[in-house]
C-alpha cells in the first residue's frame, strides 16, 4: 500500500510541476511577442536606426541618463559620469569664457558676472565632481587637440595665399 500511496503523491507532484512550466512557456511566448511587436513598431525601428548610425551621441545619452540616475544616491560617481559627458560635448563653450574672462564680465556686467560666480561656487560646494571631471575632460582635450580659436585670437592664424 505504501508503494500505490507513493506513486499518488508522485503523480500529484508531477501535476504541480507541469503547470509552472506551462505557465513559464506562456510567459516566454508573451514575451517574444512583445519583442516581435516592438520590432515591428516604426518608432522603435528609427529610434534603433538612429542609435546604430550615431553610437556616439546613444553611449552619451545612456552615460548622461545613468549619471543622473547615479547622482541621487552616489553623487561622487554620477557627478563624474555627468562631467565626463558635459565635458567632451561642450569644451569650447567651456573655454571661451575661461580664456576671455575680461571680456565676459565687460558683456554681461560687473553684478551679473557676480551672480554667475555665486552660482557655479554653489553648485561646485553641492556637486563638486561635475566640475572638477569636466574640468579634467577639457584640459585634456586641450591639450590633445588645442582649440584652433585661441590662435585667431592672438593673430597667428595660419592664412591661405
Same mark, same amino acid.
Given at each position: +500500500?505504501?508503494?500505490?500511496?507513493?506513486?499518488?503523491?508522485?503523480?500529484?507532484?508531477?501535476?504541480?510541476?507541469?503547470?509552472?512550466?506551462?505557465?513559464?512557456?506562456?510567459?516566454?511566448?508573451?514575451?517574444?511577442? #512583445?519583442?516581435?511587436?516592438?520590432?515591428?513598431?516604426?518608432? *522603435?525601428?528609427? &529610434?534603433?536606426?538612429?542609435?546604430?548610425?550615431?553610437? /556616439?551621441?546613444?553611449?552619451?545619452?545612456?552615460?548622461?541618463?545613468?549619471? $543622473?540616475?547615479? &547622482?541621487?544616491?552616489?553623487? !561622487?560617481?554620477?557627478?563624474?559620469?555627468?562631467?565626463?559627458? #558635459? %565635458?567632451?560635448? !561642450?569644451?569650447?563653450?567651456? +573655454?571661451?569664457?575661461?580664456?576671455?574672462?575680461?571680456?565676459?564680465?565687460?558683456?554681461? %556686467? +560687473?553684478?551679473?558676472?557676480?551672480?554667475?560666480? %555665486? $552660482? &557655479?561656487?554653489?553648485?561646485? *560646494? =553641492?556637486?563638486? +565632481?561635475? !566640475?572638477?571631471?569636466?574640468?579634467? @575632460? @577639457? /584640459? @585634456?582635450?586641450?591639450?590633445? /587637440?588645442?582649440? =584652433?580659436?585661441?590662435?585667431?585670437?592672438?593673430?597667428?592664424?595660419? =592664412?591661405?595665399?
Amino acid at each position: +500500500m505504501v508503494d500505490i500511496e507513493g506513486e499518488e503523491k508522485r503523480e500529484q507532484s508531477s501535476v504541480k510541476h507541469e503547470k509552472p512550466i506551462k505557465e513559464e512557456e506562456s510567459v516566454k511566448n508573451k514575451i517574444t511577442d #512583445t519583442i516581435d511587436n516592438l520590432k515591428k513598431n516604426e518608432k *522603435i525601428e528609427d &529610434l534603433y536606426n538612429y542609435a546604430k548610425s550615431n553610437t /556616439a551621441d546613444t553611449v552619451a545619452y545612456v552615460a548622461m541618463i545613468l549619471g $543622473l540616475l547615479i &547622482l541621487f544616491f552616489e553623487p !561622487f560617481y554620477g557627478g563624474t559620469i555627468i562631467g565626463i559627458v #558635459t %565635458g567632451l560635448y !561642450f569644451s569650447k563653450e567651456i +573655454m571661451k569664457p575661461v580664456g576671455n574672462l575680461e571680456n565676459f564680465i565687460e558683456e554681461f %556686467g +560687473m553684478v551679473r558676472s557676480l551672480i554667475l560666480g %555665486g $552660482l &557655479l561656487l554653489a553648485f561646485f *560646494i =553641492k556637486t563638486p +565632481m561635475i !566640475f572638477i571631471s569636466a574640468a579634467a @575632460v @577639457v /584640459a @585634456v582635450k586641450q591639450l590633445i /587637440a588645442p582649440d =584652433k580659436n585661441g590662435c585667431e585670437s592672438n593673430g597667428n592664424q595660419n =592664412k591661405k595665399p
